[in-house]
């Protein structure tokens, strides 16, 4: 990891980062955090690579269904590929019990939420759990 320190207008030292990507200085804030510590690329560079990707990669653009002849090829693809889901759905089950006991308790108790909300809780104890943090 490579720092600079410098030495500000005021007399202040600063702690600077040079970002892998375009080799500046900066200051931390200007790089994103992962897991407590930064990342080697800055904000801007992390952007800009994002945008890059999903320009080439339009495969993400698909994960919604928009139009019919879309909507149609799912319809058709899961009626194919109905052993398949069934076995993704059973081994998800499988993997992560906590979710579904968090959902049903969630549903009984508070009746039905948002999805969003539902997901929000689930990932926060799954990354609780991971972290051995006790509730």
């Known amino acids: 990891m490579m720092k600079r320190e410098h030495i500000s207008a005021q007399g202040n030292v600063m702690n600077l980062k040079i970002c892998s990507r375009c080799n500046t200085a900066k200051e931390p804030t200007f790089f994103y955090t992962c897991k407590g510590k930064t990342r080697s690329e800055c904000k801007a560079c992390t952007i800009k690579r994002n945008g890059l ?7 993400w653009k698909n994960r919604f269904v928009d139009n019919d002849e879309q909507k149609s090829y799912m319809t058709a693809y899961y009626a194919a590929h109905k052993d398949k889901f069934a076995q993704y759905r059973k081994t ?3 993997k ?3 979710y579904f006991k968090l959902y049903s308790r969630k549903r009984k108790t508070e009746g039905w939420k948002k999805e969003a909300e539902v997901t929000t809780l689930r990932l926060q104890d ?3 759990k991971h972290r051995g943090v006790d509730q």
């Open 53 to 59: 990707y999903q320009q080439k990669n339009r495969s």
């Open 92 to 94: 998800f089950r499988e």
């Open 96 to 98: 992560h019990p906590e």
């Open 126 to 128: 799954v990354e609780n």
